[in-house]
């Protein structure tokens, strides 16, 4: 089941707010979708890649999100970064934090556990041991 996750809650994408705290606890899965909400044209997001992250500036080829109700679904599994890429009298990424990274995780089903007994006979079977081939040709003897 999708879960839409309004980034910064009632706070919105704005300056001044923890993102990092807000997305701590967070679970987010392929399907999902992250909702922008904010004034524009006070700000923007747009999609960078960790270093543009670390550094708060984005490729020239980016292209910001502008609505202030930007969705994002989150299509694949792995990192996600996002910045703020408005210059006011201070700039809104590096001075001021409007920064998102976030860790999307795939809904794939873990694989079934294999109990004692599974690995123990596949393991005798596996080795073909010599007394169980014995027993199944004597068993097949018998039985013509």
């Given amino acids: 089941m999708a879960t839409?996750?309004?980034?910064?809650?009632?706070?919105?994408?704005?300056t001044g707010f923890d993102y990092a705290a807000w997305a701590k606890d967070k679970v987010f899965r392929v399907g999902d979708t992250l909702v922008f909400r904010y004034t524009p044209p006070n700000h923007n997001v747009i999609k960078v890649n960790a270093n543009e992250f670390k550094d708060c500036v984005a490729s020239k080829l980016s292209e910001p999100l502008i609505s202030g109700n930007d969705t994002i679904p989150l299509a694949t599994p792995g990192k996600k970064w996002y910045i703020c890429g408005k210059v006011g009298a201070k700039r809104?990424?590096?001075d001021l934090g409007q920064k998102l990274a976030i860790n999307v995780i795939s809904d794939a089903p873990a694989p079934s556990p294999t109990t004692?007994?599974?690995n123990a006979a596949s393991g005798i079977i596996a080795t073909g041991s010599p007394v169980i081939v014995a027993a199944l040709v004597f068993m097949a003897m018998i039985m013509v």
């Fill in 4 to 14: 839409e996750h309004i980034v910064g809650d009632e706070t919105g994408w704005t």
């Fill in 92 to 94: 809104h990424c590096a």
């Fill in 116 to 118: 004692p007994e599974d």
